[in-house]
Protein backbone atom coordinates (compact mmCIF):
# COMPACT_ATOMS: atom_id res chain seq x y z
CA UNK A 1 0.00 0.00 0.00
CA UNK A 2 1.49 3.24 -1.13
CA UNK A 3 0.23 7.06 -0.16
CA UNK A 4 0.46 9.62 -2.69
CA UNK A 5 0.13 13.68 -1.52
CA UNK A 6 -0.37 16.46 -3.81
CA UNK A 7 -1.57 20.28 -3.57
CA UNK A 8 1.36 21.63 -1.53
CA UNK A 9 2.78 25.17 -2.49
CA UNK A 10 2.96 28.81 -1.75
CA UNK A 11 0.80 31.15 -1.07
CA UNK A 12 0.21 34.30 0.30
CA UNK A 13 -1.21 34.93 3.64
CA UNK A 14 -4.83 34.84 3.63
CA UNK A 15 -4.71 32.41 0.62
CA UNK A 16 -6.19 28.69 0.10
CA UNK A 17 -4.69 25.70 -0.66
CA UNK A 18 -6.37 22.32 -1.34
CA UNK A 19 -4.16 19.56 -0.20
CA UNK A 20 -4.95 15.58 -1.56
CA UNK A 21 -3.72 11.89 -0.43
CA UNK A 22 -4.54 8.59 -2.18
CA UNK A 23 -4.27 5.65 -1.55
CA UNK A 24 -3.34 2.70 -3.96
CA UNK A 25 -2.68 -1.39 -3.58
CA UNK A 26 -4.72 -4.11 -1.82
CA UNK A 27 -6.91 -2.19 -0.08
CA UNK A 28 -9.95 -3.77 1.68
CA UNK A 29 -11.14 -0.79 3.67
CA UNK A 30 -9.71 2.48 5.37
CA UNK A 31 -10.14 3.78 9.06
CA UNK A 32 -8.51 6.74 10.16
CA UNK A 33 -7.48 9.14 7.91
CA UNK A 34 -5.67 12.31 8.78
CA UNK A 35 -3.11 15.19 8.15
CA UNK A 36 0.03 15.99 10.38
CA UNK A 37 3.15 18.44 9.67
CA UNK A 38 6.15 19.41 11.06
CA UNK A 39 8.65 22.02 11.01
CA UNK A 40 12.54 21.84 10.95
CA UNK A 41 13.17 21.21 15.12
CA UNK A 42 9.57 20.45 15.97
CA UNK A 43 7.30 17.17 16.20
CA UNK A 44 5.20 16.16 13.69
CA UNK A 45 1.78 17.58 15.29
CA UNK A 46 -1.77 16.76 14.07
CA UNK A 47 -3.88 19.12 11.84
CA UNK A 48 -7.07 16.92 11.71
CA UNK A 49 -8.49 13.41 11.54
CA UNK A 50 -11.33 12.14 10.00
CA UNK A 51 -12.89 8.65 11.04
CA UNK A 52 -14.36 6.40 9.02
CA UNK A 53 -17.89 7.23 10.58
CA UNK A 54 -16.98 10.57 9.14
CA UNK A 55 -16.41 12.01 12.35
CA UNK A 56 -13.67 14.99 12.53
CA UNK A 57 -11.10 16.07 15.05
CA UNK A 58 -9.29 18.94 14.37
CA UNK A 59 -5.80 20.93 16.10
CA UNK A 60 -7.21 24.05 17.73
CA UNK A 61 -5.08 26.56 15.56
CA UNK A 62 -6.60 25.39 12.42
CA UNK A 63 -9.73 25.02 13.62
CA UNK A 64 -12.67 27.23 11.07
CA UNK A 65 -9.66 27.82 9.00
CA UNK A 66 -9.32 24.28 7.58
CA UNK A 67 -11.84 21.07 6.86
CA UNK A 68 -10.57 17.19 6.15
CA UNK A 69 -13.40 15.58 4.14
CA UNK A 70 -12.65 11.71 2.63
CA UNK A 71 -14.04 10.46 -0.66
CA UNK A 72 -14.05 6.58 0.25
CA UNK A 73 -14.58 5.34 -3.36
CA UNK A 74 -11.36 7.09 -4.34
CA UNK A 75 -9.34 6.09 -1.11
CA UNK A 76 -8.78 9.56 -1.02
CA UNK A 77 -8.44 12.24 1.82
CA UNK A 78 -8.47 15.96 1.56
CA UNK A 79 -7.62 19.06 3.46
CA UNK A 80 -8.58 21.99 2.41
CA UNK A 81 -6.89 25.04 4.01
CA UNK A 82 -8.59 28.94 3.62
CA UNK A 83 -7.17 31.89 5.50
CA UNK A 84 -3.52 30.62 5.90
CA UNK A 85 -1.22 32.07 8.03
CA UNK A 86 2.48 32.32 7.81
CA UNK A 87 2.64 29.64 10.71
CA UNK A 88 0.94 26.85 8.84
CA UNK A 89 4.22 26.47 6.79
CA UNK A 90 5.15 22.94 7.34
CA UNK A 91 5.80 19.81 5.45
CA UNK A 92 2.32 18.31 5.30
CA UNK A 93 2.18 14.44 5.68
CA UNK A 94 -0.94 12.32 5.41
CA UNK A 95 -1.82 9.21 6.89
CA UNK A 96 -4.38 6.87 6.03
CA UNK A 97 -5.11 3.41 8.51
CA UNK A 98 -5.16 0.74 5.98
CA UNK A 99 -7.22 -2.54 6.37
CA UNK A 100 -4.97 -4.63 3.67
CA UNK A 101 -5.97 -7.46 1.78
CA UNK A 102 -3.56 -10.54 1.32
CA UNK A 103 -4.01 -13.83 -0.13
CA UNK A 104 -5.16 -15.35 2.96
CA UNK A 105 -5.81 -12.86 6.01
CA UNK A 106 -6.06 -8.75 6.28
CA UNK A 107 -3.83 -7.00 8.26
CA UNK A 108 -3.81 -3.32 9.49
CA UNK A 109 -1.44 -0.90 8.05
CA UNK A 110 -0.51 2.38 9.61
CA UNK A 111 0.53 4.09 6.10
CA UNK A 112 2.23 7.44 5.74
CA UNK A 113 2.23 9.46 2.59
CA UNK A 114 5.86 11.55 1.31
CA UNK A 115 4.94 14.80 2.29
CA UNK A 116 4.26 18.33 0.95
CA UNK A 117 5.68 21.39 1.79
CA UNK A 118 3.61 24.25 2.29
CA UNK A 119 5.01 27.73 2.24
CA UNK A 120 2.89 30.68 3.31
CA UNK A 121 4.08 34.06 2.67
CA UNK A 122 3.46 37.60 5.06
Known amino acids: VQLQASGGGLVKAGGSLRLSCVAS????????MGWYRQVPGKQREMVAV???????NYADSVLGRFTISRDNAKNTVYLQMNSLKPEDTAVYYC?????????????????WGQGTQVTVSS
Open 25 to 32: GSIFRIED
Open 95 to 111: NQEVIEAGPITLRALDT
Open 50 to 56: ITNTGRT
